[in-house]
């Protein structure tokens, strides 16, 4: 493994604790937890060229280039706080993102050690996100981690609790298999590069984190 940084690359659909897992590694392993979620409203809110750039995608609807993300990203990999490395989450999303993250990588020389899945059943997938229910003071639930004290009722003020639309099962489900979709063909090419490790996202969070820097190792 290279001596002098590590980069792992987080893949998992919706709901399967990805973000969750990057920050613990990051911690654990002293790298910087680079989201590409919080990359974007960086730029967005601090005015880049990058950002502004963006933004006039944004505005008409369409989609941001890749080679914006890429050079956020790149950007982003080059400040001194990644000088030992980063877990990267959300990007890349395509092989031709990956291809330009090796690129990036090599002219810093390193490389993209290793690409944990976070695996999580569908139907436990489904169960996670469409379990959460909002009141309209803004407390949130879950029908299995967090249940309300009376069903579907707020336990403060007592008022019914909704669903949003993005937490309703068909919803959901539309997420997860929009992200398969997309996701498949990057999961395939790190496999093939021999850097896929499949992870069981169904046990105890510290189970999950264990399980990666074993793998790491």
């Known amino acids: 493994m290279n001596e002098k940084a590590t980069y792992i690359v987080m893949l998992g659909p919706p709901g399967a604790g990805k973000g969750t897992q990057a920050e ?3 911690q654990k392993l002293g790298l910087v937890h680079v989201s590409s979620g919080d990359l974007f409203r960086e730029n967005l809110s601090n005015q880049t060229e990058l950002g502004k750039l963006a933004q006039t995608y944004m505005r008409k609807g369409e989609l941001v280039p890749d080679d914006v993300t890429i050079a956020m990203v790149k950007e982003r990999l080059s400040r001194p706080d990644c000088a030992k490395g980063a877990v990267l989450d959300g990007f890349p999303r395509t092989p031709a993102q990956a291809e330009a993250l090796n690129k990036i ?4 020389n390193a490389k993209v050690d290793l690409v944990p899945l976070i695996s999580v059943p ?22 299995l981690y967090n249940p309300p004290k009376v069903k579907w009722v707020d336990d403060i003020d007592g008022t019914p ?25 990057l999961i395939d090419y790190y496999r093939q590069a021999g850097l896929l490790v499949e992870i069981d996202g169904t046990q105890e969070i510290e189970k999950v984190t264990e399980d990666i820097l074993k793998a790491i190792k």
Not at 105 to 108: F, H, I, N, Q, T
Not at 166 to 171: A, I, L, N, Q
Request: net charge negative; proline share 4%; no cysteine.
């Open 24 to 26: 613990i590694l990051a």
């Open 122 to 143: 569908n139907d436990v997938l489904v169960e996670r996100l469409s379990g959460r229910w909002m009141s309209k003071s803004g407390r949130v639930y879950h029908a």
């Open 105 to 108: 990588l090599a002219e810093m």
């Open 161 to 185: 609790l909704y669903q949003r639309e993005d937490d309703k099962p068909e919803t959901v489900q539309r997420r997860i298999d929009v992200y398969y979709e997309q996701t498949a063909p």
